[in-house]
């Protein structure tokens, strides 16, 4: 199985810059896209960013200009790079990996366990 493991969360003052780490590993057949989520208290968890095998993103709106998601396949790891935060990115932040199992299953979708984010002064 997949597994993955993220880390670099923690506290960090508004204005300030985290960056955050995902990586797979297992037994695996290959990766697809690839992605950041996050659940702030009482909201429903939400896209921040997605990165496909061949490196197109895409983010958030309110991430754009902030945020930059990148992945490495020989390593199998997915960054976010998180810029100029605010206390509204407080949040935990959740990885995933999308499986390619086979042309009849389809993706299998796997999830990390998530890192805490916290922006405040």
């Known amino acids: 199985q997949v597994q993955l493991v993220e880390s670099g969360g923690g506290l960090v003052q508004p204005g300030g810059s985290l960056r955050l780490s995902c990586a797979a590993s297992g037994r695996f057949f290959r990766i697809n896209d690839m992605g950041w989520y996050r659940q702030a208290p009482g909201k429903q968890r939400e896209l921040v960013a997605t990165?496909?095998?061949?490196?197109?993103?895409n983010y958030a709106d309110s991430m754009k200009g902030r945020f930059t998601i990148s992945r490495d396949n020989a390593k199998n790891t997915v960054t976010l790079q998180m810029n100029s935060l605010k206390p509204a990115d407080t949040a935990v932040y959740y990885c995933?990996?999308?499986?390619?199992?086979?042309?009849?299953?389809?993706?299998?979708?796997?999830w990390g366990q998530g890192t805490q984010v916290t922006v405040s002064s």
């Open positions: 995933n990996a999308a499986e390619a199992v086979s042309s009849i299953r389809g993706e299998l979708v796997h």
């Open positions: 990165i496909t095998s061949g490196g197109r993103t």
